[in-house]
């Protein structure tokens, strides 16, 4: 049985599995390089800035688009429309303005140094060279940042990339900085609540009903919700879980994340100087409620969803959700939101194989990662040369197999079809580098020099740091395909990102499994798909069969909408769209914007995502709350 995305080509260490229905974005042609490196970057830039704005003062989209190259990018969120948009090619980006944009100027940001205009390199190889800076973008509804890049084009400047990033809206600035709250009313105030009192009536929401209800307190609800308290939107989380941090501490038992510090920050509470650069599942857990609790975030644990109906005339929801108080009372609510996050992670129900006889095996457990607790939990025999068989060679599975070795099990991972691999340290040299570092830039700028590419030109870069990566990783991708591991280079050769844009998943972040797998401690069954499920074993398609005490199927996860399918039933589910790969512009497929259903936004993703993405829906929802769009 096939599990997961469709092989659309194959050829050598090229894998093109891409998420069902979505496309395999082209590659970005690389500009010319600039010829003249000792060019006035500053005089440049400002003269096509100029240029710009007083073009948009006169409306004459037209000579906006002529400052493009024939095949120049402008990626857009929320500044000229309320989506998420990438246009390319001068033409093009015409006829998008000519269809009503809400951007009134562009300026350049020169608040620090490393903002302003500068010439550098673009590509990891540093053959191309052009000129680039921060922008400010002032829109009719708030203002944003965003980033600019210019090459030379048959001896004119002109502009390549251009990206354009909502950050407020005007009225509704967020309270932080000088913009704080004051936090007390001094003087004598008659029947006074304390700060404690405060909070309690705001989370319990007796007299009222949240504006947005956030379903799920992982990083992706967490975020969503840190995003509108800043906002001023009255939201609740609510999830099934006895404690904030429960989705990550209850994983298995050696989980560490394999994303350095400095990638995973949250919003608004970045970690402590003193966190460790990798950061275990309970260590994280604990932050988690840290963090909801110093952002004063409003969560029902051991709360589920008992039903749920749309009102098209009303613009909200009938929510019926079921909560076990501390004392395990039962109570029932009914809540009206007129917005609802899905937040429930990126990926939906857990992907476990109909294998043939799966309810015959005899041995001490079959289960899906999601449920495994951990090597050695579920029997008091002495492990040690037990059998473990893992389905799965991507990051649970690697991770599983690692636990079954160290607690002295005989160990057997079944890899049916290829696998990119990086090393940890390969990922924090080269992938993340300067900009997601000990001494890198302010973390808002490292988003957007990474989100300020357009998904072709991204690839394109991936592509050359592919190049780099598989050198810099040759003993590890050598030894294991001497072991009869295969692997791939992520689709075009353009690597794990975004193989992981393109199919969420198919990965592995090597912190240590690889060396299992190359030593020989760790056996391999590779590109066999697994036929049946023996009392003490696995029968596979060509008729070999192997013995185990333990069998955990890490096969992964289906589409997030199938989440969605399942809280919100087969009406809404048909309206909501495939989640997760590229569209035809290069944006992700349904998520972060409008899903096809009003009032139902999906969020998710890996930390860095959640991050930035949160604000993009943040924004969308106070928009729409304040009537400045339509729902």
């Known amino acids: 049985m096939t599990i997961g995305p469709i092989p659309v080509t194959v050829a050598g260490k090229t894998t093109r599995q891409i998420a069902p229905g979505s496309v395999n974005t082209p590659i970005a042609r690389w500009p010319s390089t600039a010829k003249n490196t000792a060019v006035d970057a500053d005089a440049i830039s400002s003269k096509i800035i100029d240029s710009l704005n007083q073009s948009l003062e006169r409306n004459d989209n037209v000579s906006v688009a002529q400052l493009f190259c024939s095949e120049g990018y402008w990626r857009d969120h929320l500044c000229l429309t309320w989506d998420l948009r990438t246009i390319k090619g001068n033409n093009k980006i015409a006829a998008f303005l000519d269809d009503g944009h809400n951007l009134k100027k562009i300026e350049i940001d020169r608040s620090e140094p490393n903002r302003g205009p500068r010439l550098c390199a673009f590509n990891p190889h540093e053959t191309v060279k052009g000129i680039q800076f921060f922008v400010i973008a002032t829109t009719k509804n708030g203002s944003g940042r965003g ?3 210019l090459v030379e084009d048959a001896g004119q400047w002109k502009i390549w990339t251009c990206f354009t990033s909502l950050d407020e809206l005007t009225g509704f600035e967020e309270p932080i900085g000088p913009n704080r709250a004051k ?19 705001e989370v319990e929401f007796e007299n009222s009903s949240p504006d947005v209800l956030v379903i799920g307190a992982g990083q992706a609800g967490l975020t969503i919700h840190a995003r509108l308290k800043m906002l001023g939107v009255p939201t609740l989380i609510v999830d099934a879980c006895d404690e904030v941090g429960d ?3 209850n994983r298995y038992h050696q989980l560490v994340l394999h994303d350095p510090i400095w990638y995973d920050q949250m919003p608004y509470l970045e970690f402590p100087k003193f966190w460790p650069i990798y950061t275990p599942k309970d260590k994280l857990a604990g932050y988690f409620k840290a963090y909801a ?12 969803i008992e039903s749920t109906k749309w009102d098209d005339s009303k613009g909200q929801w009938t929510i019926v959700v079921k909560r076990k108080h501390a004392n395990g ?21 857990k992907n476990e194989p109909n294998f043939k006889g799966w309810e015959n095996f005899k041995g001490d457990v079959i289960c899906h990662s999601s449920e495994f607790k951990g090597a050695g939990k ?15 060679s991507c990051n649970s599975a690697m991770d599983i197999c690692q636990a079954f070795y160290e607690e002295g099990y005989d160990v057997t991972m079944v890899q049916r079809t290829s696998t990119a691999i990086i090393g940890a340290d390969t990922i924090k040299n080269l992938l993340l580098g ?51 591991f295969k692997v791939d280079y992520g689709p075009d050769d353009c690597g794990i990102l975004i193989k992981y844009f393109q199919r969420g998943g198919g990965y592995y972040f090597d912190v240590g499994s690889c060396h299992l797998i190359i030593d020989g401690k760790v056996k391999v069954k590779q590109g066999q798909e697994v036929d049946e499920v023996l009392p003490h074993g696995l029968r596979f398609a060509d008729g070999s069969e192997l013995e185990a005490d333990e069998i955990v199927v890490a096969t992964g996860y289906q589409n997030m909408r199938t989440a969605t399918r399942q809280i919100f039933g087969d009406e809404v589910g048909d309206r909501v769209g495939d ?4 569209d035809n512009e290069g944006e992700m497929r349904t998520i972060w914007k409008r899903s096809g259903q009003p009032g139902l936004w999906l969020h998710g993703g890996n930390f860095a995502m959640c991050r930035y993405f949160s604000r993009m829906v943040a924004l969308q929802i106070k928009a729409q709350l304040e009537g400045m769009t339509a729902l």
Request: glycine letters at 8%; proline letters at 4%.
């Open 247 to 249: 989705n990550w501490r």
């Open 183 to 201: 936090g007390v009313q001094h003087g004598a105030i008659a029947s006074r609540k304390n700060w404690l009192d405060r909070r309690r009536d």
């Open 329 to 349: 009372s039962i109570e029932s609510r009914v809540l009206h939101p007129k917005h609802v996050v899905q937040a429930t992670g990126h990926s939906g129900k």
């Open 434 to 484: 300067k900009l997601y570092c000990e001494d890198g830039p302010p973390i808002d700028d490292a988003d957007l020099l990474v989100w300020g590419w357009p998904a072709e030109v991204l690839k394109a870069a991936h592509q050359q740091l592919t190049k780099i990566q598989i050198e810099q990783d040759k003993p590890i991708l050598d030894g294991l395909e001497k072991a009869g």
């Open 293 to 304: 609790e110093m952002l004063e975030l409003n969560i029902w644990t051991k709360t589920t």
């Open 579 to 582: 989640v997760w790969g590229f």
């Open 378 to 392: 579920y029997s008091s025999r002495n492990q040690k040369g037990k059998k473990a068989i893992v389905v799965g």
């Open 147 to 149: 980033l600019m890049n």
